[in-house]
């Protein structure tokens, strides 16, 4: 899936658009992507999957090869970064040093020939926003890394743009404070109404902030959809490996009958939901299934035998590691009010999945990057 339209042509739109650095190579290929105003976008992928490419060019510090992006219905190609209104958080922050914190807020507003007046007041209500209210005369190194981000977050809202850019913003938090600036930016998104474009290759980042997310990989969106539909319902083995955890089974597809595929896998008929698997005729495709959709027990669609290689405590569920139908690193979670039954490493079971919650993909990814967990 290479983009899609919500309702009109869309706030932000990318139409055909291509990039090429050396003339041959192609970073980003063939993109359309429309973005409606008020959404949070997330562009999600491994590193030199085409997502940070796409925003450069959106904020105007890269230059489509081919094809153009529009901004309200607009051209912005020919126009330069600083006139296009858009607010930008970097992974650094860029904060000016030598200035106090309000002094980086005003700076945007200056720039932009805000008087005095309106400017103080602009700037008490993004610090208000931002929870950081009477830290205005410190300077960026007397605060933390967490309270920069704010700062930085701030900065790219004082002057009401109606889209910002964010480029791995939360890259350089520890994972605690990472986790809470998510839940402030999807807070002040959702106070505000403005449209935001976030890139990150942290898939749980994604799944927690984002309207939508695009999937990137060599250049091309892989699939665009909101945070369940991702999860739920992958369109291939990429996206089902890159977004959360994900069980793979490698087989031969035997028929597909009333919207069931009966695919061998290693001597084993399974049943599974039909994607892009084709028809039959012997195709090998690549079935996947959560290990929160698999129960330890016999009663179900699917039963196979399993023998348990390992148990992780992790507090609300047990982590069972099993050899299953050759793989032996199929994972099971148990909830924690089922631990009593949990089986002793090394003993066989029975696994059991629904047809539902196993989907038929294509076998190109097979060895697909997994995402950051």
Same mark, same amino acid.
């Given at each position: 899936?290479?983009?899609?339209?919500?309702?009109?042509?869309?706030?932000?739109?990318?139409?055909?658009?291509?990039?090429?650095?050396?003339?041959?190579?192609?970073?980003?290929?063939?993109?359309?992507?429309?973005?409606?105003?008020?959404?949070?976008?997330?562009?999600?992928?491994?590193?030199?999957?085409?997502?940070?490419?796409?925003?450069?060019?959106?904020?105007?510090?890269?230059?489509?090869?081919?094809?153009?992006?529009?901004?309200?219905?607009?051209?912005?190609?020919?126009?330069?970064?600083?006139?296009?209104?858009?607010?930008?958080?970097?992974?650094?922050?860029?904060?000016?040093?030598?200035?106090?914190?309000?002094?980086?807020?005003?700076?945007?507003?200056?720039?932009?020939?805000?008087?005095?007046?309106?400017?103080?007041?602009?700037?008490?209500?993004?610090?208000?926003?931002?929870?950081?209210?009477?830290?205005?005369?410190? $300077?960026? %190194?007397?605060?933390?890394? /967490? =309270?920069? *981000?704010?700062? +930085?977050?701030?900065?790219? &809202?004082?002057?009401? !743009?109606?889209?910002?850019?964010?480029?791995?913003?939360?890259?350089?938090?520890?994972?605690?404070?990472?986790?809470?600036?998510?839940?402030?930016?999807?807070?002040?998104?959702?106070?505000?109404?403005?449209?935001?474009?976030?890139?990150?290759?942290?898939?749980?980042?994604?799944?927690?902030?984002?309207? $939508?997310? %695009?999937?990137?990989?060599? /250049? =091309?969106? *892989?699939?665009? +959809?909101?945070?369940?539909? &991702?999860?739920?319902? !992958?369109?291939?083995?990429?996206?089902?490996?890159?977004?959360?955890?994900?069980?793979?089974?490698?087989?031969?597809?035997?028929?597909?009958?009333?919207?069931?595929?009966?695919?061998?896998?290693?001597?084993?008929?399974?049943?599974?939901?039909?994607?892009?698997?084709?028809?039959?005729?012997?195709?090998?495709?690549?079935?996947?299934?959560?290990?929160?959709?698999?129960?330890?027990?016999?009663?179900?669609?699917?039963?196979?035998?399993?023998?348990?290689?390992?148990?992780?405590?992790?507090?609300?569920?047990?982590?069972?590691?099993?050899?299953?139908?050759?793989?032996?690193?199929?994972?099971?979670?148990?909830?924690?009010?089922?631990?009593?039954?949990?089986?002793?490493?090394?003993?066989?079971?029975?696994?059991?999945?629904?047809?539902?919650?196993?989907?038929?993909?294509?076998?190109?990814?097979?060895?697909?990057?997994?995402?950051?967990?």
């Amino acid at each position: 899936m290479n983009g899609s339209t919500r309702g009109g042509d869309g706030y932000v739109v990318f139409d055909d658009v291509q990039k090429s650095y050396d003339g041959e190579t192609l970073v980003v290929k063939r993109l359309n992507l429309a973005i409606e105003r008020g959404e949070f976008v997330t562009m999600l992928g491994p590193s030199g999957s085409g997502k940070t490419t796409c925003l450069m060019m959106l904020a105007g510090f890269e230059t489509p090869t081919h094809g153009s992006i529009r901004l309200d219905g607009r051209p912005i190609d020919n126009i330069a970064p600083h006139k296009r209104g858009i607010g930008m958080v970097f992974q650094n922050y860029a904060l000016f040093p030598h200035m106090s914190v309000a002094e980086n807020l005003a700076f945007p507003l200056e720039v932009r020939g805000i008087d005095k007046t309106d400017r103080q007041s602009r700037v008490q209500r993004a610090l208000d926003m931002v929870r950081m209210s009477g830290f205005e005369n410190r $300077r960026p %190194a007397q605060l933390s890394g /967490g =309270q920069q *981000q704010r700062i +930085a977050v701030a900065r790219a &809202l004082v002057f009401d !743009p109606e889209l910002v850019l964010m480029d791995e913003p939360l890259g350089a938090l520890d994972k605690q404070l990472r986790e809470e600036m998510q839940y402030e930016i999807k807070h002040i998104h959702e106070e505000l109404g403005v449209t935001v474009v976030y890139v990150t290759h942290d898939q749980s980042e994604a799944l927690t902030m984002s309207d $939508r997310i %695009a999937v990137f990989n060599d /250049g =091309q969106i *892989q699939q665009l +959809a909101d945070p369940s539909t &991702l999860y739920e319902r !992958p369109d291939n083995s990429f996206v089902a490996q890159f977004i959360g955890e994900n069980n793979r089974l490698v087989g031969t597809v035997d028929r597909v009958d009333a919207d069931v595929a009966y695919v061998d896998v290693n001597g084993t008929v399974v049943t599974a939901l039909p994607v892009n698997c084709g028809d039959g005729g012997g195709n090998q495709t690549q079935l996947s299934i959560r290990p929160e959709r698999i129960s330890l027990g016999d009663a179900g669609d699917n039963v196979v035998d399993a023998e348990v290689k390992e148990l992780i405590y992790l507090g609300d569920h047990i982590r069972c590691r099993l050899d299953v139908l050759g793989n032996d690193e199929f994972i099971v979670k148990m909830p924690n009010a089922a631990s009593a039954n949990a089986p002793t490493i090394g003993a066989t079971t029975k696994v059991t999945w629904s047809t539902e919650d196993c989907r038929a993909l294509d076998p190109a990814a097979i060895a697909a990057p997994k995402g950051t967990t």
